[in-house]
T-cell receptor, first 118, second 114 residues
């Protein structure tokens, strides 16, 4: 169990550019979540997957944002035409619900990707 | 829908003193409750959680919390803090039926002074 990993840890980009972040969950976990945390605030839910299916998306996830989890393992979060308001820490978390390994209500978080849009 | 209120944005305390970080929640359904800690430039680490059973929950690093259903509270306590406890603390809820997204409070910065 190596924990949840996220890459890159930091990303600086210019307004209007596209960026993509990757999250690798704990290997046996079937659920994967994305959150966004701005300065001085708690994390806010963006979306989550069970295996490869995206089951819920927040209204915060505008049409410039897209997330995928093609094989039910790692996930990517892409932001197109970045805006300064997208600057935030993007957090990924994972857990297990309804699998043979049981139910893990606790979400385990990765270290986050800090995005700065200039 | 659920919401979480952490009224104290910052709590200064001297080393070895006791501390309580307050958390109140609102929900029309039964919820699970969590406290996470975040050190600078890091992700969130689970301190403790309440799913069911005893309302007094013990977690890591000497922290504990008590679930009070009538007051819809889940306050975090530690009898004696250390400098190393300086961090941001987040209270969160998720509903029991779906247990998908976590709803977080705005956080409380615990600032331990020597």
């Amino acid at each position: 169990d190596t924990g949840v990993s996220q890459n890159p840890r930091h990303k600086i980009t210019k307004r209007g550019q596209n960026v993509t972040f990757r999250c690798d969950p704990i290997s046996e976990h079937n659920r994967l979540y994305w959150y966004r945390q701005t300065l001085g605030q708690g994390p806010e839910f963006l979306t989550y997957f069970q295996n490869e299916a995206q089951l819920e998306k927040s209204r915060l996830l505008s049409d410039r944002f897209s997330a995928e989890r093609p094989k039910g393992s790692f996930s990517t979060l892409e932001i197109q035409r970045t805006e300064q308001g997208d600057s935030a820490m993007y957090l990924c978390a994972s857990n297990s619900i309804g699998t043979r390994s049981g139910r893990t209500d606790t979400q385990y978080f990765g270290p986050g990707t800090r995005l700065t849009v200039l | 829908a659920q919401s979480v209120t952490q009224l104290d944005s910052q709590v200064p305390v001297f080393e070895e003193a006791p501390v309580e970080l307050r958390c109140n929640y609102s929900s029309s359904v039964s919820v699970y409750l969590f406290w996470y800690v975040q050190y600078p430039n890091q992700g969130l680490q689970l301190l403790l959680k309440y799913l069911s059973g005893s309302t007094l929950v013990k977690g890591i690093n000497g922290f504990e919390a008590e679930f009070n259903k009538s007051q819809t509270s889940f306050h975090l306590r530690k009898p004696s803090v250390h400098i190393s406890d300086t961090a941001e603390y987040f209270c969160a809820v998720s509903d029991i039926l779906t247990t998908n997204k976590l709803i977080f409070g705005t956080g409380t910065l615990l600032a331990v002074q020597p």
